[in-house]
């Protein structure tokens, strides 16, 4: 009898693929399987080879920390982001390819100076340690006879080599992957290549299982009439099991709100209980998407991207109401960084300050470092008296009102279009302040029910499936983005569609530019396709 190790990308999926395996197979078995994610993997059979002493991995904040003193070394104008991209980049590979320029080149060595000194390592050199010590025979393949690779498609190079370097020491492997659904080409993703060359290196026999158990058959059509426009794929018929066809809609909105008031209503027309799932490219769309149904009161949980609530203006319009709810010194602090004040100043007289917030601006008034930070400070001490006053009277909505009236006079047109929304959201709202606001930060009641309805980017909803599914934003260049590959942004039209198990709808704001190539591709809208096109005063939707 030999033993199974089954490999995955996350925590989760490798704990559902561990019990699905011992359910079919009986927990007397559970001894020869090891289930983990290619990093967990690594670690225990380094740990197992360093006699007990695994290597010091660093925390993802301690190698972000790292990074930036190195990126602050070097004195680099490029964005700290790009720069942990190309570094992230040249991780996934097994020989990295030339920086792009010589300033990467020496924060990537500089980087890696530093962990070596002090003996750490991060999560990407772990995995590629292991490849090299297997490779030049300092450390044995795992001892297994089987490996079962889930999501085969997202293998980067090193993963691929991992696994190969134990395929070639004679265990026996599966691939188990979905080329169609590869989504990860930005994290060095193989896909579809990744796949052939481990058929070819390992001489594989490829199976097509070629059977959807979770569509209604005529949105598998759709989608798979999408996905075949795709060149580099493998060839192979999708079929559905389901004989029975599902509801889908094409709507055409005037713009991104009246798209979203439309979200709502289909949403609360809704039995009660119906599953719905909200996808959208990306997390600006579903900002506004989550802005309609926090005023509606609709429960919600999201996933893929912070909270509209928690981030940009509607992080400091929440901090400045709880301010004038408990009189905490936070959320003004954050507010007068928003509104343009240096950040040293604030900090100083934070530091420096004692008291009630009014007491604070009162004393901040008179340390004020010009006259704009003056009058800044004066109108934010009057603002304060004002709406803690009509806090303590239940004036909730006027509360909201005067917060916002005062920070929009600082915001980006952009910012200020989405800060009335968030207020509209807000004054929309039944109840006290205080309530509104744990409603819309999702931070009461404590014991809340999972709700029926879910927001998420299309690359957050990867492997998982809803009754109901509204894709918003089907315009050319939000989907396919007018910045990445268009195979890559089919996939992700395809795993979106093919999330819905029996309703799909696919929406588009006249203002945001013309539909999506893709609803031509997947023949959706057509006359003689099974899905029809709306308009949005004339849809309705049918449950």
């Known amino acids: 009898m030999g033993r199974l190790c089954a490999v995955t990308f996350t925590r989760d999926a490798a704990q559902e693929l561990r019990s699905r395996i011992l ?39 301690e190698r972000v920390s790292l990074l930036r003193r190195c990126w602050q070394q070097h004195g680099s104008e490029e964005p700290f982001d790009d720069l942990v991209r190309a570094i992230d980049a040249a991780k996934a590979r097994l020989y990295p390819a030339p920086f792009a320029n010589a300033t990467q080149e020496a924060v990537f060595r500089a980087y890696q100076d530093l962990l070596a000194s002090e003996g750490a390592m991060d999560f990407a050199d772990l995995l590629l340690a292991c490849v090299q010590r297997i490779a030049s025979g300092q450390l044995p393949p795992l001892p297994v006879r089987w490996m079962l690779v889930d999501e085969a498609q997202d293998m980067d190079e090193v993963q691929m080599e991992w696994v ?79 004989q029975d066809n599902g509801e889908i809609r094409v709507i055409r909105c005037p713009d991104r709100w009246s798209e979203v008031d439309m979200v709502v209503d289909a949403i609360r027309q809704s039995p009660r209980g119906t599953q719905w799932a909200v996808l959208a490219r990306t997390n600006n769309i579903l900002d506004a998407v989550e802005v309609g149904l926090s005023g509606a009161r609709v429960e919600f949980a999201r996933s893929g991207g912070k909270s509209v609530w928690e981030h940009s203006i509607g992080s400091v319009l929440c901090g400045l109401l709880r301010s004038v709810l408990d009189d905490s010194w936070t959320g003004i602090a954050n507010a007068l960084s928003f509104c343009g004040v240096q950040a040293g100043w604030i900090n100083d007289h934070s530091r420096r300050s004692r008291g009630g917030c009014v007491a604070r601006l009162h004393a901040a008034v008179e340390h004020a470092s010009d006259d704009a930070t003056r009058k800044l400070l004066m109108g934010l001490r009057m603002g304060m008296i004002a709406w803690r006053e009509q806090s303590s009277k239940d004036r909730a909505s006027l509360v909201v009102h005067g917060v916002a009236a005062f920070l929009a006079e600082y915001c980006t047109p952009p910012q200020a279009s989405l800060l009335r929304k968030l207020e509209g959201a807000l004054i929309k709202l039944s109840g006290s302040l205080a309530q509104r606001l744990a409603f819309v930060t999702r931070s009461s009641p404590a014991g809340r029910r999972a709700p029926h309805v879910h927001i998420m980017t299309l690359h957050a909803s990867k492997g998982l499936e809803f009754d109901s599914v509204w894709i918003v934003g089907c315009e050319d260049g939000t989907l396919p983005h007018a910045d990445s590959d268009e195979e890559d942004e089919r996939r992700l039209m395809y795993v979106g569609m093919t999330r819905a198990k029996n309703r799909l709808v696919v929406s588009s704001a006249v203002e945001e530019g013309p539909p999506s190539r893709f609803l031509e591709e997947a023949e959706l809208g057509r006359n003689d396709s099974k899905a029809s096109t709306l308009a949005p005063q004339n849809a309705k939707w049918v449950a």
């Open 23 to 61: 359910a079919s197979c009986g927990e007397a078995h559970a001894k020869r399987l090891a289930v983990g994610t290619f990093h967990s993997l690594a670690l225990a059979h380094l740990r197992r080879a360093s006699g007990g002493q695994p290597p010091r991995l660093l925390a993802e904040g």
């Open 164 to 242: 190969l370097l134990h395929g070639r020491a004679g265990t026996e492997v599966t691939l188990v992957g979905d080329d169609d659904q590869s989504l990860y080409a930005f994290r060095q993703a193989l896909g579809y290549s990744g796949l052939q060359r481990v058929t070819t290196a390992l001489s594989a026999t490829e199976t097509t299982l070629p059977i959807n158990y979770r569509c209604a058959a005529n949105i598998l059509d759709h989608a798979a009439r999408l996905i075949a426009h795709n060149q580099h794929r493998a060839a192979k018929k999708i079929i559905a099991h389901r």
